[in-house]
């Protein structure tokens, strides 16, 4: 991960402690480390979290997966397995991870299956996909294999259902999500429309024993959701798919009428999926709350009196979460605490016909820095003694190189004097733009994990 040091660091005290919290979060959830705190080998036996397979029942362990994360954890099950490994068991594999994450490994194969930053299923990842799928039908019950999935995993392990089409998939995830759809409601359609969602890849499946181990983008790591739930029984519908469309009234969009019609098709008949022969385990190895708790260490290290929240169920606008995360900045900075607060979620952005560039970090902190201008009297900085962040442990936000902002007295001072209003760049989803020329951008190159978004404010005491 490139420095989250910001210029002048002995003149942002709290600017600095907010990121070097912030990151010590991030990298609680290193996905290398975490695969391999799951991994070890005695003379008989493999230790996958809790289970023992014993090693005289294995002939191959066959690595697939798919996630932003999945190439640091491919080189976690290496690191822990290559050379500990008998000699008679082969260790393989295929995962499809974003362009920027691709690295040589000596075994398993990391394919490129999109560009980095585009958040949507691509031919390349079909094609990876098609691989992953070889890979399973070849499996017999003496292999043993360890699925590895963290957030992003939807887009990049796409397979359509026949009849629709890889265009058609992607029209309806842009639709979605341009209108506000959660995660839960995208992935309710999408099981419907993929062979591998919800339980599609633990059924083509052949191993004896299929292991996921898990790195969870999704607040309440519910298994179906995460990555859309390639080796979990679905509980979505073809009914159920089609009520998300009509709730964000699909007719009045460009969805396919491919895809209307085979919901519908599906709908009227009882459909029955043959199961794999794997037995089948799934295990959260990382998600949002282990970050939380990494980066309220790091605050009480530094000093801080801290305080945290891990949202529970799904947030809402970004908009609405940045405004409370104001509030409560300015709360703690009139008890004169010298205090932190870090939360993480996942909130939303309904984007406007023609959004700017941003992403819904970045959207937070700005509603955020409004909030602040709006509770505060004119005349003296109203951010004084705060630094307010938010960014993607991914290091992704949006379709943009940052990973979100961070707001303090210096970048109010910087946004007076350039005489930057914020409004219209938060009524456009042009935050990005906003935030850019301020030296207000997170940026760290992507960090090969995913736990979905980390939260810090910073408060010096009176004094």
């Avoid at 890889?166 to 995660?183: E, F, P, W």
């Avoid at 949006?398 to 902002?405: N, Y």
Wanted: proline share 5%.
């Amino acid at each position: 991960m490139r420095s989250l040091e910001p210029r002048q660091t002995a003149k942002h005290k709290l600017r600095a402690d907010a990121l070097a919290i912030w990151r010590a979060g991030v990298d609680a959830v290193d996905a290398g480390r975490l695969v391999q705190a799951q991994l070890g080998i005695t003379a008989t036996s493999l230790r996958i979290g809790d289970d023992q397979v014993p090693l005289s029942a294995i002939d191959r362990v066959v690595v697939v997966g798919a996630g932003k994360a999945a190439a640091a954890m491919a080189a976690g099950v290496e690191c822990a397995l290559l050379g500990n490994l008998p000699a008679n068991v082969q260790l393989t594999g295929w995962v499809n991870v974003p362009d920027d994450c691709v690295r040589s490994l000596r075994r398993v194969h990391v394919h490129a299956a999109r560009p980095a930053g585009v958040n949507a299923p691509m031919p390349e990842g079909v094609a990876g996909t098609q691989e992953i799928l070889r890979l399973l039908d070849n499996l017999t019950a003496r292999d043993l294999c360890l699925c590895l999935l963290s957030g992003g995993g939807s887009a990049l392990l796409p397979a359509p259902v026949p009849g629709i089409s890889l265009a058609d998939k992607q029209a309806v995830t842009r639709y979605l999500s341009a209108a506000g759809a959660n995660i839960r409601e995208l992935n309710i359609v999408r099981t419907q429309l993929s062979r591998v969602k919800g339980g599609g890849l633990a059924r083509r499946c052949r191993a004896g024993r299929l292991i996921s181990l898990i790195i969870s983008d999704v607040i309440g790591d519910p298994l179906d959701v995460i990555a859309s739930g390639p080796t979990v029984a679905t509980s979505s519908t073809p009914a159920g798919a089609l009520e998300v469309l009509q709730r964000y009234d699909f007719e009045q969009a460009n969805v396919a009428p491919a895809v209307i019609d085979l919901l519908r098709a599906a709908k009227s008949r009882t459909a029955t999926a043959e199961p794999g022969s794997a037995a089948v385990t799934n295990l959260v190895i990382g998600n949002n709350s282990m970050a939380v708790a990494a980066a309220a260490a790091a605050a009480e290290s530094r000093g801080y009196k801290t305080h945290t929240e891990t949202a529970r169920a799904l947030e809402g606008r970004a908009e609405d979460v940045g405004r409370d995360l104001a509030a409560r900045a300015l709360q703690l900075r009139a008890k004169g605490e010298r205090a932190c607060l870090v939360s993480g979620g996942e909130p939303v952005v309904e984007l406007v016909s023609q959004p700017g560039r941003g992403g819904r970090n970045q959207q937070l902190v700005l509603a955020a820095l409004q909030e602040v201008l709006r509770q505060t009297t004119a005349g003296k900085n109203p951010l004084h003694g705060i630094a307010l962040l938010s960014g993607g442990t991914d290091g992704e936000d949006g379709p943009t190189d940052a990973a979100g902002a961070i707001i303090d007295a210096a970048v109010l001072n910087a946004m007076r004097e350039r005489s930057l209003d914020p409004a219209p760049y938060l009524d456009t989803n042009n935050a990005y733009r906003f935030f850019e020329p301020l030296d207000a951008l997170i940026r760290t190159g992507p960090t090969e994990t995913n736990v979905c978004d980390l939260r810090v404010v910073t408060v010096r005491g009176r004094g």
